[in-house]
């Protein structure tokens, strides 16, 4: 019998890493529209055949787009449509284009527009929640959580307010996880960056900690560290799993970037995160299956 029980419990170790997650971001934009349904199932179809089994969306509406329900309506479609593909649907809420000059408000001030923040999202969930033939499967608060601004603990009283709150009512509307990410540029140590993230997670919202790898910031081993600290096997690794980044930025100050050698891409895909932790990719649009349906130039 301790014989049977050892090779049972041998068998359970073995196969957790088969119960993590494996998603793929998208950042809708409104050029994507022009990807027709039989493309986009398509898409979806061939992600599920390459083992993926969620996607999320990371924001339903973004500033003034997707605002109105005709621009609402190929969103909708499209959660549809992965959803009817076999890939579970985390649903991103409201971004603000402004965000990260915002939240460098004092605090009182930043108190009231987190506020605000949460009035969005709640809208949002509310209204997809309503969509006929949609069920989210997770909630993504678009919103993302540096290494710089929330340095001091002072400064992380609103923020970690803010999200406790977002938890609570957002599972109100529907009892599905809740998802933020975070990212790191050397701003803090490892040790105090996962203390960051520990106040996140005591909020019951799920950290998913970007790897770096595409904005270049630190080196491949200073990446390393910050990502055993924050998300590895260890009991005090806060994140609930890893964003990989398959792009390249492109110099300059306005954001763009262009897929990694396609062989880099098939080599992250492979990984398997510390720990069983779930393990994301961001984005659809530098996937290789994605190439000539979604645009990223």
Excluded at 70 to 79: E, I, S
């Amino acid at each position: 019998m301790i014989r049977l029980f050892s090779c049972l419990l041998a068998l359970i170790l073995f196969s957790a890493p088969s119960f993590a997650m494996q998603g793929i971001f998208w950042q809708p934009q409104l050029r994507d529209n022009a990807v027709s349904d039989a493309q986009w199932l398509s898409l979806m179809q061939t992600l599920r055949q390459q083992q993926f089994d969620t996607v999320v969306i990371q924001w339903t509406r973004y500033g003034e787009a997707f605002q109105d329900e005709k621009a609402r309506a190929p969103l909708v479609k499209k959660a549809q449509a992965a959803q009817q593909a076999g890939l579970k649907v985390i649903l991103g809420l409201y971004a603000d284009p402004d965000f990260f000059n915002r939240q460098k408000q004092p605090p009182a001030a930043l108190a009231n527009y987190l506020n605000r923040l949460l009035a969005q999202d709640l809208a949002q969930a509310k209204l997809w929640t309503q969509q006929p033939g949609f069920k989210p499967d997770g909630w993504y608060i678009s919103a993302e959580i540096d290494d710089h601004n929330w340095r001091e603990q002072a400064a992380r009283v609103p923020m970690l307010t803010w999200l406790r709150d977002a938890h609570r009512l957002l599972t109100s509307v529907a009892d599905k996880p809740v998802y933020i990410s975070s990212f790191f540029a050397g701003n803090m140590s490892p040790e105090g960056y996962n203390q960051l993230l520990a106040g996140i997670k005591n909020t019951g919202v799920k950290v998913l900690v970007q790897d770096g790898g595409g904005t270049g910031k630190l080196s491949a081993a200073q990446r390393e560290i910050y990502i055993n600290r924050s998300a590895g096997c260890e009991a005090t690794a806060s994140a609930s799993g890893i964003v990989y980044e398959i792009f390249t930025a492109n110099p300059g100050r306005v954001f763009s970037a262009r897929p990694k050698p396609r062989r880099q891409i098939e080599s992250l895909l492979k990984m398997h995160s510390p720990c069983a932790k779930d393990r994301f990719y961001f984005s659809l649009r530098y996937l290789p299956a994605a190439e000539n349906i979604l645009r990223h130039d």
